[in-house]
T-cell receptor, first 114, second 113 residues
Framework: KAGVTQTPRYLIKTRGQQVTLSCSPI?????VSWYQQTPGQGLQFLFE???????NKGNFPGRFSGRQFSNSRSEMNVSTLELGDSALYLC?????????????FGPGTRLTVL | AQTVTQSQPEMSVQEAETVTLSCTYD???????LFWYKQPPSRQMILVIR??????QNATENRFSVNFQKAAKSFSLKISDSQLGDAAMYFC??????????FGTGTRLQVFP
């Protein structure tokens, strides 16, 4: 079974631009979560989507948004990029039921904002 | 709000020896899950071991075991017979509903031959 894939793997943008990151979950997984990883703040939860609906949201400004498609693939968008948005963005997929569900992580997209 | 604390930024161990990584957490919930994740350099984060709070028995996965002390809100990871491939960042994580993980700041483990 293919793992979680994220595209692109690396991205360089300048301040003020916007960016879209993509995540394809494991087949059969309906939940996709996004995390931001930085040396200063560590791993922080951004949001979680299940069946095309945002089910949970972390404490990030409105510049960070996401969506999920009917095939469970998810995208996250960051508008008006700031230097502090430079980070590794990880997505994780799971079955999404309320029983225990292991989250499987993708390799991440490393975003550099200049 | 729930928090997870890893007080050891770095640890080192010699090959074949045993090392214990510490984690404490704060929650007012009685049902929750705790995890240890491993993130090797430039590689994907993988689940090492999990513990359900309602289970008193400590989880074990081959060379990895945990010491779960619910009253003390402590969840340490013991790695026995350490191998070079164990070198990585280790993150302790908490979740109430399995959808939103709260991570600690991580412990970098170095393994020396």
């Amino acid at each position: 079974k293919a793992g979680v894939t994220q595209t692109p793997r690396y991205l360089i943008k300048t301040r003020g631009q916007q960016v879209t990151l993509s995540c394809s979950p494991i087949s059969g997984h309906r939940s996709v979560s996004w995390y931001q990883q930085t040396p200063g703040q560590g791993l922080q939860f951004l949001f979680e989507y299940f069946s095309e609906t945002q089910r949970n949201k972390g404490n990030f400004p409105g510049r960070f948004s996401g969506r999920q498609f009917s095939n469970s693939r998810s995208e996250m968008n960051v508008s008006t990029l700031e230097l502090g948005d430079s980070a590794l963005y990880l997505c994780a997929s799971s079955r999404g039921t309320r029983a225990y569900n292991e989250q499987f992580f993708g390799p991440g997209t490393r975003l550099t904002v200049l | 709000a729930q928090t997870v604390t890893q007080s050891q930024p770095e640890m080192s161990v010699q090959e074949a020896e045993t090392v214990t990584l510490s984690c404490t957490y704060d929650t007012s919930e009685s049902d929750y899950y705790l995890f240890w994740y491993k993130q090797p350099p430039s590689r994907q984060m993988i689940l090492v071991i999990r513990q359900e709070a309602y289970k008193q028995q400590n989880a074990t996965e081959n060379r990895f075991s945990v010491n779960f002390q619910k009253a003390a809100k402590s969840f340490s990871l013991k790695i026995s017979d350490s191998q070079l491939g164990d070198a990585a960042m280790y993150f302790c994580a908490y979740t109430r509903n399995t959808d939103k993980l709260i991570f600690g700041t991580g412990t970098r483990l170095q393994v020396f031959p």
